[in-house]
């Protein structure tokens, strides 16, 4: 039987995106698995496997890229990285150009400029681009903090990374708004990590990884500013009680009100921490297109002309996938509707729960530990009544 390969890139060693990474291949081999079982997706005339490429296994990463495609091999397209500049790294990569790489994970904006610029039509986006995501965050937060200055945090790195990229797509809309007050400040990488602070109760736009999000979060907390908080992300690494009261970003497969979501995730939360919807659905869409192509790949005795065919049938078609209809643009962007926004919730164990516009989300009232301070004070009131109650029966007795 012939046989083809998905090569998968992951990275075993990221401490910044750590869940994140674990989330993506636990997703990938999850989504690769029932598609091998599921009859809509079964391919019967090839032998379809998925190898893994570790970043962390490799001193230079374009060098371990270069080394599987200098000589004849079986891959027919390419899943990953779920960062970012890894990505951006295999846009501009010349050896890449003819086979197809999808990206469920990486959502920096300059991913699009670069596929605009290489004139590339073998990348296929599987999620919203950050530009969108500071876009539909900024938005509601003008609508609930009018004329209010804004405050942002940025990591000091290169646009060529997802923070980096991060702060090029928020400055962006800064100066295209009708916001008059803002200002902007780095994230130092010393312990001090924040050189000033912002006015107090003014909103907070934090655009880094979820790590360092964290860091600025806890050290705004101790500063007792009560500060509204907008981020961005879905890495469980947020959920901590320091970010409670947090507006974010989020993917879809992070709303645990989701009927739709939750039957999808339902197994899939028992394997990973950081499940990826986008991940799964991109291997429906992978193993779909293989499944309708096995005539044309068994008819082609080269690898290259594989690769090409799975290209062009992506881009000329559209794929029916849990009640989705998915199709991509030519510059590879995809219909998907995946992001929404939630705030960090929860009184014991902090989760992601629907976005609230009451003002009562506003407040710090909120933090869990006040919540568990008013209600042991009632405890306490309770308690005393009940101590009260039985000295005046005892009396009486």
């Given amino acids: 039987m012939k046989s083809i390969k998905i090569l998968l890139i992951t990275n075993s060693n990221s401490l910044e995106y750590d869940s994140m990474e674990k989330g993506f291949s636990e997703s990938a081999q999850y989504g690769y698995d029932i598609c091998l079982k599921d009859k809509e997706y079964i391919i019967d005339r090839l032998s379809v496997s998925l190898e893994i490429f570790d970043i962390n296994k490799h001193l230079n990463f374009k060098d371990g890229i270069n080394s599987l495609f200098e000589s004849k091999n079986e891959y027919a397209l390419i899943v990953g990285a779920a960062q970012s500049s890894y990505t951006r790294e295999m846009l501009n990569n010349s050896r890449l150009k003819n086979i197809a790489i999808f990206s469920p ?56 990374t997802y923070s980096g990229g991060l702060k090029n797509d928020l400055e962006e809309y800064l100066l295209n708004s009708p916001i008059i007050n803002y200002e902007g400040n780095p994230i130092k990488t010393s312990s001090q990590l924040i050189s000033k ?44 009680k320091s970010l409670i009261g947090t507006t974010v970003v989020c993917d879809l497969d992070r709303d645990i009100y989701n009927d739709f979501v939750q039957k999808h995730l339902q197994n899939l939360k028992k394997l990973t921490s950081d499940p990826s919807i986008s991940t799964v659905l991109t291997f429906k869409i992978i193993m779909k297109a293989i499944k309708e192509l096995q005539d044309d790949i068994l008819n082609s005795r080269d690898i290259e002309k594989v690769r090409r065919i799975i290209i062009d049938y ?49 407040f710090s009232l909120m933090k869990s530990g006040i919540i568990i301070t008013v209600l042991g004070v009632i405890y306490s009131i309770i308690k005393f009544a009940d101590t009260i109650i039985s000295l005046i029966s005892n009396i009486f007795n």
């Avoid at 995501?133 to 009018?146: A, G, I």
């Avoid at 219909?335 to 609230?356: A, E, S, V």
């Fill in 105 to 160: 994970l990486s959502t920096a904006t300059f991913l699009l400029n670069t596929t605009i610029d290489n004139e590339l039509d073998n990348f296929f986006q599987t999620t919203a681009y950050d530009q969108k995501r500071v876009k539909f965050l900024m938005n509601q937060l003008l609508s609930t903090h009018q004329n209010k200055k804004i405050f942002y945090y940025y990591s000091d790195e290169s646009p060529n």
């Fill in 197 to 240: 602070f912002p006015d107090k109760g003014c909103p907070v736009v934090i655009c880094t990884g979820s790590q360092k999000a964290l860091a600025v979060a806890k050290k705004l907390e101790e500063r007792k500013l009560n500060n509204p908080i907008f981020t961005f992300g879905s890495n469980s690494a947020l959920l901590n």
């Fill in 314 to 362: 992506v881009n000329d078609n559209h794929f029916d996938i849990d009640t989705q209809t998915i199709s991509f643009s030519k510059n590879g962007y995809s219909t998907i509707n995946d992001i929404i926004l939630l705030r960090i919730g929860g009184i014991i164990k902090p989760k992601f729960i629907p976005y609230k516009k009451s003002i009562f989300w506003n």
